[in-house]
């Protein structure tokens, strides 16, 4: 499951052009909270694994488990992208996740 909330947060972090080195230094620090075995390390890995796909905000949130605690993934979500100054363009990306997200 973390991979896809890494990606799904990876797709609204990059709508302002740039996943800033803040906005990663912030998934590093709270992905423990989904997984605390997880290697934080992983991170930067499975950004660059997003930026070879080519998928849009719904099949990111398609890819989360049906069982997922969504608002805490929204609000990592929302987190990371604040982390530099939530950008107009990463908080419609962040509302369109969350309004699909709502009618799974």
């Not at 605390?36 to 990111?60: A, G, Q, R, T």
């Amino acid at each position: 499951m973390v991979p896809e909330i890494i990606k799904l947060t990876a797709c609204i972090c990059s709508q302002d052009g740039i996943i800033s080195s803040e906005e990663v230094e912030y998934m590093k620090k709270e992905i423990h909270k989904f997984d605390p075995n997880f290697d934080s390390e992983e991170v930067d890995d499975l950004i660059e694994e997003f930026f070879n796909e080519k998928k849009d905000i719904s099949i990111y949130c398609e890819l989360l488990p049906k069982d997922s605690d969504t608002k805490s993934i929204l609000e990592f979500c929302f987190e990371s992208a604040s982390a530099d100054g939530l950008d107009p363009r990463e908080n419609m990306a962040y509302i369109k996740a969350k309004e699909y997200l709502s009618k799974v």
